[in-house]
């Protein structure tokens, strides 16, 4: 299967600081950062014990696409991608808030709705949806970005109360949020997918604002098969997903929800074998070009390298 990298412990000159999250390793200098997109993998906001070979270079690299494809309509954080799992950008202050853009009724929106409620971050909902159903227009429902925890549902009129952004900014925001779902829509429809909702994350380099982190990875966005939407939608199926839904439900099955007290299963060889697998052939349908693999025999110290050479 090849090496996996769970974690990273580089130390750079000139770095002051550095960063954990779920999935990334992010070593931090005085204008701009280095990020690692490890082969962690998490579900239900617990990192889970294996590394998944390859994951990393999947996640950088649908995310360098995109962020190059839309780089056109508007700048973004990336300044060179050296490695394969590696992006080097500008060291932004990021917007707390998430932008959360929904062309679909799924995920938490339909749990939202089928709970009976009909305003969702400050947005009407109109009656008659199903699970699934295309929205009348996209909608933007933005949540707070937790230092710790889960994020929170917010409404545009409570992020400007509270000042968390300025008039000014989030009106950026939300023009930016539209266009970048628009081209992700685009690009999707393309390929034979529906993209169904996704999120963007926002920062300030010198007042201009930036997008940064991933976009339009499997991670970060949900994809539907287009062909066959309408018919499943007519009998109440399930549509065909393009996601890391199936290791959650792997989970699930295996008495694993993220509760208290839950025990992680074991993933034995064959399915962390399946699961890198499946990322494969979600960058290959997202992007439409054949998967490379890195050569992993010296992964981690490719990866250092490359790092070495940019700051």
Known sequence: MGTAIKETKFEFPGQQGFYKGKVRDVYIFEEQLAVVASDRISAFDVVLPRAIPHKGQVLNQIAAKFLKATSDLVPNWVTAVPHPQVTIGKKCEPFKVEMV????LAGHAARVYKAGHRVLCGINLPEGLKENDKLPHAIITPTTKAAEGHDEDI??????????????DYAVLEKYTHA???????????KGLILVDTKYEFGKFEDQILLID???????????YADGYDTLQEVGLPQKQLSKEFVRQWLIQNGFQGKENQNIPDMPDEFVKEISER?????????????????TENLEKDIETAILNHI
Not at 180 to 190: C, H, P
């Open 155 to 168: 409404s545009k009129e409570e992020i400007l109360a509270q000042g968390i952004v300025s008039a000014a």
């Open 214 to 224: 991933e976009i339009h990875t499997p991670d970060s966005s949900r994809y539907f």
């Open 101 to 104: 853009i929904r062309g679909y």
């Open 180 to 190: 970048l779902f628009e081209r992700g829509s685009q690009m999707a429809r393309e």
């Open 279 to 295: 990322y494969i052939e979600l960058f290959e349908k997202i992007t439409g070009e054949t998967f490379r693999k890195t050569n």
